[in-house]
């Protein structure tokens, strides 16, 4: 037994080295920021940041989930679940969803972190802390820590570029930094939509969100910032006081979804936030650009998938088979037009909501006539 323990620790010694090795690699190849952020966007890094740290301890949360006695009841009523979304003939990512959802076989558990979580959102912190997070946790292969630290740093590069107002032909610039990013071939992946079936209908699918509801919205609402963020960078690109009030609103509704109300976490989202629903100015001027921010979400949700499911042997080596299905960027590709489809089918509502307005109930399921009915005394229609 002694020898099982001493051979488990020095393998995860040498994964984290592996992984130090491989960051340094990247981070030295790395082009710095053009510019500094402007004040109005200081507190959405911040969230970012800390949604590094977050998303490390959740991951270390569902592993120790995992291998608690007190989760075998919990393991059974997800299995069941689990096995009722295998049989159905349709995936369940994207599709409608209420808040009651946040209510997960493991909700015990998440109950007992989440508090821990969000005030990790609040505290101050160096950025190099939160850049590190999840290879210093150990529980993700080096392959994978590579790909997502790549994937973190392009999303920051999208934001410097419509943040800096040297940049002339901003489009010019994004389709360059895809093109740095791609050129880093074994550490990238693809810029075109990669195929449903690697979210839905891969051996572990819909564990992370099952199980762990609470875990993934606060995930989710961190990609909703950044998606609702880079969408209100490009539509307010030319009047910089509207800019300030949009991005200074955002932070605000970005705020109440953390919150706790009535006991538990109503307004996150229930759904994965897409470029399609969230971002679609992005998605049509930047089309590659936003495929690349929606597939390292979306690997990020299998990771979440394979660590939660009760089942999973050897989830190291399954993370990294996943992984570079990924980076493959010549099979398992779908047709864009089925991808946005498929990314707007569970509605904006239960992704987030709209970068720019207030959306109160979700659109899905409502008549045409309702849609278009005049608004209420005092309050905008917003029809997105």
Request: glycine share 4%; net charge negative; aromatic share 8%.
């Amino acid at each position: 037994m002694g020898l099982v323990t001493t051979k488990q620790t020095l393998m995860r010694i040498l994964r984290v080295h592996l992984w130090a090795l491989v960051v340094v690699s990247i981070t030295s190849n790395a082009q710095p920021l053009d510019t500094a952020l402007p004040s109005e966007l200081v507190g959405v890094k911040h969230y970012l940041d800390a949604f590094e740290i977050v998303q490390s301890t959740i991951f270390e949360e569902v592993l120790f989930t995992n291998s608690s006695p007190d989760s075998i009841s919990g393991k059974g009523l997800l299995r069941e679940s689990l096995l009722e979304l295998a049989q159905a003939p349709a995936s369940h990512y994207h599709s409608p969803g209420n808040h009651l959802a946040m209510l997960g076989p493991f909700r015990v558990f998440e109950s007992r972190a989440t508090p821990g979580l969000v005030a990790t959102l609040y505290r101050e912190r160096a950025p190099q802390t939160s850049n590190t997070a999840l290879g210093d946790s150990g529980i993700l292969p080096p392959l994978t820590i590579a790909v997502l630290e790549k994937g973190r740093q392009f999303n920051e590069k999208l934001l410097a570029i419509y943040t800096n107002e040297a940049f002339a032909d901003k489009s010019a610039e994004v389709d360059k930094a895809v093109q740095d990013y791609l050129s880093e071939h074994e550490h990238s992946v693809a810029a075109h939509p990669k195929s449903s079936n690697l979210l839905s209908k891969h051996q572990f699918a819909y564990a992370f969100r099952v199980g762990f509801p609470q875990f993934s919205g606060l995930l989710w609402s961190s990609q909703w910032l950044y998606l609702a963020t880079l969408e209100t960078l490009l539509l307010t690109d030319t009047d910089a006081e509207l800019r300030h009030q949009a991005l200074e609103s955002l932070l605000t509704r970005f705020a109440d979804k953390i919150q706790r109300a009535h006991g538990s976490f109503v307004n996150l989202p229930t759904d994965i936030p897409t470029m399609p629903a969230i971002a679609p100015t992005v998605f049509s001027r930047h089309p590659a650009a936003a495929m690349i921010v929606d597939n390292i979400a979306m690997l990020r949700i299998v990771i979440g998938d394979i660590l939660a499911h009760p089942d999973a042997i050897d989830r190291m080596a399954s993370i990294e088979a996943i992984t570079a299905q990924f980076i493959d960027k010549e099979n398992e590709l779908e047709d864009q037009m089925r991808y946005t489809i498929f990314a707007l089918r569970g509605g904006i509502f239960n992704q987030g909501g709209p970068a720019m307005s207030e959306m109160e109930q979700s659109e899905r399921f409502q008549s045409r006539e309702s849609l278009q009915a005049p608004p209420a005394a005092g309050r905008p229609m917003i029809i997105r």
